[in-house]
Nanobody
Framework: QVQLVESGGGLVQPGGSLRLSCAASGFTFSSYAMSWYRQAPGKERELVASIDTAGGHTNYADSVKGRFTISRDNAKNTVYLQMNILKPADTAVYYC??????????WGQGTQVTVSS
């Protein structure tokens, strides 16, 4: 059974940090590029960051460059999103996604991140 389980979300003050984790099971994690998306209320889901299968190449949305870092540990079947200098505009449900080059894709259930004083 394929599962992507996000954790690490919560309530944080502006300027604070959170580290999201996404634990994968049921598929060959190291064969999948991984990404983090987010969706704020009333807005479309947007790509935040992505990382290739080996972890050598990453991409970020302009809005998070310099503040967020995506990484992965293929031995632990886990992808991370370190989020620093958080802003209220970062408030959203964060989802991880695994994508195989043949087109297969899996989504997690999401974790809420709320940035508020």
């Amino acid at each position: 059974q394929v599962q992507l389980v996000e954790s690490g979300g919560g309530l944080v003050q502006p300027g604070g940090s959170l580290r999201l984790s996404c634990a994968a099971s049921g598929f060959t994690f190291s064969s999948y590029a991984m990404s983090w998306y987010r969706q704020a209320p009333g807005k479309e889901r947007e790509l935040v960051a992505s990382i290739d299968t080996a972890g050598g190449h990453t991409n970020y949305a302009d809005s998070v460059k310099g503040r967020f870092t995506i990484s992965r540990d293929n031995a632990k079947n886990t992808v991370y999103l370190q989020m620093n200098i958080l802003k209220p505009a970062d408030t959203a449900v964060y989802y991880c996604k695994g994508t195989h080059f043949l087109g297969f894709a899996y989504w997690g259930q999401g974790t809420q991140v709320t940035v508020s004083s």
